[in-house]
Each structure stands twice: as structure tokens, then as C-alpha cells.
């Protein structure tokens, strides 16, 4: 992966970064009509906190994560593209601990949603690994966590492949959607990662 923009000390995201086969890299303009394409179905959003968005929202959604480029102010955002088409999406905020405020939070949350068209080709798992390597040039960051919905079987399984463990299962703690749902929480480490392990 080629992050020589990113130095040990900061976490703003360049403009792009380059895995094997991927390019993450942030938002911009014009980006809602590609996202649109997996954001506005239903069954990439069921277990998402959001509905399938219209173009109203897609346009929203991608003016407000535009500005989303340094974790350390509080969140990174990133496309995710494979030869020029954008496969998904993934992202990575500051956590606000028990003691702790977001300026010296030690624990960072990272979320994603890919294209169905795309699966089973291991995007998935390229991209959050190059999320959590950006996640942990955070020298104070020494915990990453992922929460999903306990129906979603297939963030369950990428969190695991990545090294990830769950640590939680949270019984209808959320009303989402109508309808109670539970929650797993996976985490890892940074003595856990292998790029700084």
C-alpha cells in the first residue's frame, strides 16, 4: 500500500491511497450518482441505520462526508474504486470514552457498505485493512470497534477475517427501522495489527 503522505503522527487522509487493487480516497462533487447505485437499494441498506437513498440524499450524504478528512478532528471518509468504478464506501470516526473527550479518545469506530456487483472478489477486505493501517498511524489510537447489526452476516465475517474479534452481543438495544434489533461489537487491538504490531 502506498500511504507516503500519510507520517506516523497524522491521520488526515491523502488524496488518495493505493492497495493492490484498489484506490481509497476521499469525497467529492459528483460522487452521490456512483454511491447512489448501491446506497439506493434496499438490500444494501437493511441493516444499515439509514433507508435506501433517493438522489436528494445521496447528493446530503456526500456534501456532508466532502469535509470528513482528518480523524484526529474527528472522522475520516473515503470512496473506495476498482478500475475507475466506485465499489464502496468506508469510514472512521473518534470515539468519545468513559473519561475521555474526542480530542483524547484512544478508541476509533470504523463502518463501510459495498456494491453487491463487487462481491466476492475480497474489496471488501483490501479496504478496511488499509482503513484500520490509516486508523493506527494514530500513534494515541489503540482500539478499533465495529458495530453492526447482529442479522448482518456478511460485516460479521469480514470483521472476523480482518482479525477482528466480538467482544459484545447486545440483546434489542436498538429500535431501528420499527423494530427492535440487536447489536454485536468487534474489536481489535493496535498491538493486535500487524503493520504495527
Known sequence: MDMA???GATTTAPEMIRTDRLVLRT??????RDLLTFYGRSDVCRYLLNDPWDLAEAREAVQSRICRRDLAAG???LVVESDGMVVGSVSAWLVEESGCT???AHTAEVGWAFSPDFGGRGFATEAVTALIDLVFATPRLRRVVAQMDARNESSARLARRIGMRREAHFRQNAWIKNE???TVVFSMLRSEWPSVA
Not at 469525497?27 to 452521490?32: A, F, L, Q, S, W
Request: glycine residues 12%; negative net charge.
Open 75 to 77: 472522522a475520516v471518509a
Open 102 to 104: 474526542a480530542e483524547t
Open 180 to 182: 427492535w434489533t440487536d
Open 5 to 7: 503522505d500519510v507520517g
Open 27 to 32: 469525497y467529492r462533487p459528483g460522487d452521490h
